[in-house]
């Protein structure tokens, strides 16, 4: 076990990484490796391609425009429009849970729909066959909407699936039909696919249906997927407090709930990597001011609960929101204070996603753990830097790619909900009105942050700080796990939890506890323990 006390020099475990990479590369990575300082928080190379060559863990566009963003709405019925193996491995892996009203209700998230594209399709053209899948589906189901993913061939073979879903859409006239442009190489990871989705969800689905939501303190939130049922703890502690939740973007969601969504008074974004362009763009057409929370930890919980009764401003949710966290936390300390003593002073590595590698530290530090080094696959800048803390930060770095989508107010429908003058005094009190601080700032001086970080990387981080834990994805688990370090899935949960919210955070105490104190990792060897002459490099001399 290795303390925060005492880490190896960060200088020279970047210096190890990057040493076996020829000259280039080392220089490019170095960029991507950054020695922490939450004082003076130093600019990290994020958001760029991955050299050719190196294994990375991230992902492609379609996975987070199919996948991600649209993947939780259990309405609307997804065609992926390529060869099958596209559909067939985003089936059902990214556990997005969701709860029909009643049985019959509509829900396609079971299903696997795919144009199943042949060779003879590739060659003369796929469209003819989109055009009968959009059309078989809507037979079938009478879907309220039929969405369509363009995988890679599509992209190459220049197949219009607009134009496609547009003659369909016209045809049907009660179904709404859509594509995504969203082929697998577009961009430099999934990053480039939420984007894409944000712009295509606002264009076709937000403001489609006015019918107001009962409620006093209404609110969509924003970049939650119901990963293990996340979004359930959340919708049950909304309803404690008397906060009316009319849109999630997107888990446990539906098509009604999109289209509904600018009837909203504030946009609250949970992960902000995945969904921060839907919050611009709601802010600028309807006035939906947005603002940053983090219900993942007990701690974060309930900052963000107050966070929000602090944004209406009504004395009535003040209370109920106190009087909510009075009556869980004590339930949470409880599990905290039987735990504690067996994790304290233990080290973590989280290496997920856009949001995650963040949020979770949260989580550890409630059990007294450290994160040594973290890093995200493929974050922009903001996210580790933080969004005021260093002022001039671009936050669409890759849209350069991306068709640009126009939005202005529309003066018919637009509703500042608050004036600038109450926000300016939101502002003033501490409240962030799109802003909020990244990873960076809340890590300890002199811990990693590797940015996109390479499988060799990992592997070298783990033999030179033999951390407690090490958190990633499918494609890490059982390559860490046999080095002798227990690895927690925080794409999956390992098929547990809810991990949000106040239940959320006692499962995921359990469940780490159960991981770094599992006697089974003593009867591994590790790589380095069975290493004849002990170490390779200087630093472990
Ligand atoms: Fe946001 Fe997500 Fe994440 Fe993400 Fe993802 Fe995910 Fe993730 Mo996997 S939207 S950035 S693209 S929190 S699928 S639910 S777990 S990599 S850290
Ligand atoms: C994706 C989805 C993923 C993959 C998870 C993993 C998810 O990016 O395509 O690598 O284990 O959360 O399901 O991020």
Known sequence: ?????NLPDPSLVREDLIQKYPTKVAKKRNKSIVINDPETIPEVQANVRTVPGIIT????CYAGCKGVVLGPTRDI???VHGPIGCSFYAWLTRRNQTRPETPEAENYITYCFSTDMQEENVVFGGEKKLKQAIQEAYDLFHPKAIAI???????LIGDDVHAASKEMRDKFGDCNVFGFSCEGYRGVSQSAGHHIANNGVFKHMVGRNNAVKEGKFKLNLL????????????????????????ASFSGNSTVGQIENAHTADLNVILCHRSINYMGEMMETKYGIPWMKVNFVGAESTAKSLRKIAEYFGDEELKARVEAVIAEEMPKVKAVIDEIRPRTEGKTAMLFVGGSRAHHYQDLFSELGMTTVAAGYEFAHRDDYEGRHVLPGIKIDADSKNIEELKVTADPELYNPRKSEAELEALKEKGLEINGYEGMMKQMLKKTLVVDDVSHYESERLIEIYKPDIFCAGIKEKYVVQKMGVPLKQLHSYDYGGPYTGFEGAQNFYRDIDRMVNNPVWKLIKAPWQKAENGSSTALEA
């Open 1 to 5: 076990m290795q303390s925060y006390k």
């Open 149 to 155: 993913f363009s995988t890679c061939p599509v992209g």
């Open 223 to 246: 970049g939650e997927y119901n990963i293990g049922g996340d979004a359930f703890e959340i919708e049950r502690i909304f309803e404690r407090t008397g906060i009316t939740l009319v």
């Open 77 to 79: 019925v997804n065609i």
């Open 57 to 60: 863990q991230r992902g492609c």
